[in-house]
T-cell receptor, first 115, second 114 residues
């Protein structure tokens, strides 16, 4: 079975600063996907960034980037130039292709951006 | 259209009521999911439909009954619920099959059982 661990239940960051959210996972699979989802107070889960395990290059989406360490089974999210709209719960998630019919979510990190 | 639409957004029901939650997507996705989410907790998988067939039931009590009438629609029928069933119910969809790369989520239905 796959497990996903987020060791930081709550974090805060000043507006315009950089923050890193941690995620570790455990799997015996060699091919899989990792995700960071954001859930603001509006409730909708929004995909922030995706990483394919077979790709060595770290994924980047604008202000969001990941540090993917496959051997260490670590997948952290870096948010640069934090904005008030980044305030949300952030969930790390694991999916095993090809059917990927199960997403395994971490326990979440509540991020608050302080003006 | 990358939307998953859930109705209603809020629902209050008594323990003897029967109600249904509805989820719709028009992205051609062939996998659809129901998740239950308590406050400040991660979503917990309840059911997965793959190509309109129930493929995963995570030992959910029979008072929750899923239905997939066609590839675009997913229902969750509720009957004789308990107060502890109050939660946010999220629907999601994904491409399914070898092209599966991510799940798209709806905004959820906030369910309160009184």
């Amino acid at each position: 079975a796959q497990t996903v661990t987020q060791s930081q239940p709550e974090m805060s960051v000043q507006e315009a600063e950089t923050v890193t959210l941690s995620c570790t996972y455990d799997t015996s699979e060699s091919n899989y996907y990792l995700f960071w989802y954001k859930q603001p107070p509006s409730r909708q889960m929004i995909l922030v960034i995706r990483q394919e395990a077979y790709k060595q290059q770290n994924a980047t989406e604008n202000r969001f980037s990941v540090n993917f360490q496959k051997a260490a089974k670590s997948f952290s999210l870096k948010i640069s130039d934090s904005q008030l709209g980044d305030t949300a719960m952030y969930f790390c998630a694991f999916m095993k292709p090809p059917t990927g019919n199960q997403f395994y979510f971490g326990t979440g990190t509540s991020l608050t951006v302080i003006p | 259209d990358t939307e998953v639409t859930q109705t209603p957004k809020h629902l209050v029901m008594g323990m003897t009521n029967k109600k249904s939650l509805k989820c719709e997507q028009h992205m051609g996705h062939r996998a659809m999911y129901w998740y239950k989410q308590k406050a400040k907790k991660p979503p917990e998988l309840m059911f997965v439909y793959s190509y309109e067939k129930l493929s995963i039931n995570e030992s959910v009590p029979s008072r929750f009954s899923p239905e997939c009438p066609n590839s675009s629609l997913l229902n969750l029928h509720l009957h004789a619920l308990q107060p502890e069933d109050s939660a946010l119910y999220l629907c999601a969809s994904s491409q399914g099959g070898p092209g599966n790369t991510e799940a798209f989520f709806g905004q959820g239905t906030r369910l309160t059982v009184v």
